[in-house]
């Protein structure tokens, strides 16, 4: 059995600051359905789907790269942990191996919760975003990683590209948010050191 607070620490990851935030968003948004695209190690889906509210599909090709070190371990760490994770009662979670772009031309399932956490680049998330948003639900919330650690590419898509209400974490590798449920990017403020945008 494979203890998940320690595979959570012991495992490297720029996601696991945003834990405590990703809990809060679950338990206010309580969605159906989040899909995590790009899983690594599994942070993030850990995150977004420990408070056991909804499904979360988390999407991932597990690659090896300098970004997704998961994907060298995909087999003898990543896969068991989550099998354990589930036996321990984690089973609204759903791993997927694939290309997004794939997933996206068969996806079917309105999307409560959407992150952002494969391509870093500008024209990328542009790409990205304009692939996903309409499978989004009318009060949906997506996030974005990395604004910090990307400045000229995910940071200046989020400042440059997106319109409206918006939040983004100043912290060590920067999260966004955006949604049309003006009420909640507002409760986000409220609560959390976050620089807004309007």
Request: proline share 4%.
């Amino acid at each position: 059995m494979i203890d998940l607070e320690q595979y959570f620490e012991s495992t490297p990851s720029a996601w696991k600051e945003n834990r405590p935030f990703a809990n809060w968003l679950v338990e206010r948004v309580k969605p159906n359905v989040t899909l995590d695209l790009g899983v690594d190690w599994g942070h993030s889906t850990i995150s977004w789907a420990e408070k056991g509210i909804g499904k979360v599909y988390g999407v991932d090709i597990w690659e090896p790269n300098d970004i997704c070190t998961g994907g060298k371990y995909l087999n003898d760490r990543v896969i068991p942990a989550f099998k354990s994770f589930r036996e321990q009662g984690m089973t609204n979670v759903e791993l997927i191996k694939g290309s997004h772009i794939k997933v996206h031309d068969t996806w079917d399932k309105p999307i409560d919760i959407l992150h952002f956490d494969i391509a870093h680049t500008y024209d990328g998330l542009i790409n990205e975003y304009n692939l996903w948003k309409d499978k989004l639900t009318d009060t949906g919330v997506i996030v974005f990683h990395d604004l910090i650690s990307f400045p000229d590419g995910a940071g200046r898509f989020f400042r440059d590209y997106l319109t409206g209400d918006r939040v983004s974490f100043n912290n060590q590798f920067g999260l966004g948010v955006i949604s049309k449920d003006v009420d909640l990017i507002d409760e986000i403020d409220n609560q959390f050191n976050v620089i807004k945008f309007t």
